[in-house]
């Protein structure tokens, strides 16, 4: 298994009750979409699966191991097969872009490999090869705060795809993007995973983009899984449902050129939003 959660809750030191017995396995190479409004725990989940947060209750294993009973140096070899990216990338912004790319393989790399890529970067290649799947090659020696911030969520993408890790975990990763560079986006992140039988999680804010390229879809509510089922049998009552908070509309992507990104249990006469 790529992770088994039974019973995991998450309460926050302020007693906030963000996750609620969640029970959720993923098979090596699976691909799923994390889905709910604003405040279901969509991160809280990705930091539990990242090890970034521990349970308060059940049990958790990530990739075959329970992160909670290793010793620090387990953990961190642990922590180097998961790559995160994130919402906002924890980048230096005085750091170039070939750099922020390298540090993803910093948990494999050895102490002196790591500190001297820091002042020299060991494997420019590499690096440009992920910026280019990203069509950020022209930024490698850029400073990452002289790039937009689209272009830094997109230099968090390259560092994952350079890491090559086990589990990618990706938490609303295309939220500074325009929709058209968000698909393409999601598309290099599954296509990667794909390639390497990597598992991927996403939280994502837009439906339409999380059915379109994900095949299995967790709905989150208020801390606990509404759904979790095969994109094509998520329905426009289950996606309503889950976002009834948020009134009618369902969150999209913009309307823009795109093929169809509606699964085949949909009506051909369903209207987003
Ligand atoms: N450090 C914290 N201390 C207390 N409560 C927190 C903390 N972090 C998150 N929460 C609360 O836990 C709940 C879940 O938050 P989380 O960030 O996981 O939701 P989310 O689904 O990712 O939301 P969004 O889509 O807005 O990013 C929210 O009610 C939030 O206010």
Not at 25 to 39: C, D, H, K
Not at 175 to 182: G, K, M, R, W
Request: proline fraction near 8%; hydrophobic fraction near 45%.
């Amino acid at each position: 298994m790529s992770f088994r959660l039974e019973g995991v809750g998450l309460t926050h030191a302020n007693g906030h009750r963000a996750l609620v017995d969640i029970d959720l396995t993923a098979r090596p190479g699976e691909q799923v979409a994390v889905i709910g409004p604003s405040g279901a725990g969509k991160t809280t989940l990705l930091a539990l699966l990242g090890s970034a947060l521990a349970p308060s209750t059940g049990r958790l294993a990530l990739l075959d191991q329970h992160p909670w009973m290793l010793t620090p140096g387990a953990l961190r070899r642990l922590r180097a097969r998961i790559g995160t990216v994130h919402q906002s990338p924890p980048i230096p912004p005085r750091q170039r872009v070939v750099t922020a790319v390298l540090a993803g393989r910093l948990g494999r790399w050895p102490l002196w490999k790591g500190l001297l890529s820091l002042l020299y970067p060991l494997d420019i290649p590499g690096a440009r090869g992920a910026l280019a799947r990203l069509d950020l090659g022209e930024r490698l020696f850029d400073r990452c705060d002289a790039i937009s911030g689209g272009q830094l969520q997109r230099v968090g993408v390259a560092r994952v795809l350079y890491q090559q890790p086990d589990l990618i975990l990706a938490d609303e990763p295309v939220s500074a993007l325009d929709p058209t560079l968000a698909r393409q986006t999601v598309a290099v992140l599954c296509a990667d995973a794909t390639a390497r039988q990597a598992t991927l999680v996403a939280s994502l804010h837009a439906v339409d983009l999380a059915l379109a390229h994900f095949p299995r879809i967790v709905g989150l509510r208020e801390g606990r899984i509404v759904f979790d089922c095969p994109a094509g049998q998520v329905s426009e009552a289950m996606l309503h449902a889950l976002y009834a908070a948020e009134g009618e509309a369902l969150p999209v992507l913009a309307r823009e050129p795109r093929s169809d990104p509606r699964p085949a249990g949909l009506s051909e006469g369903h209207a987003w939003g």
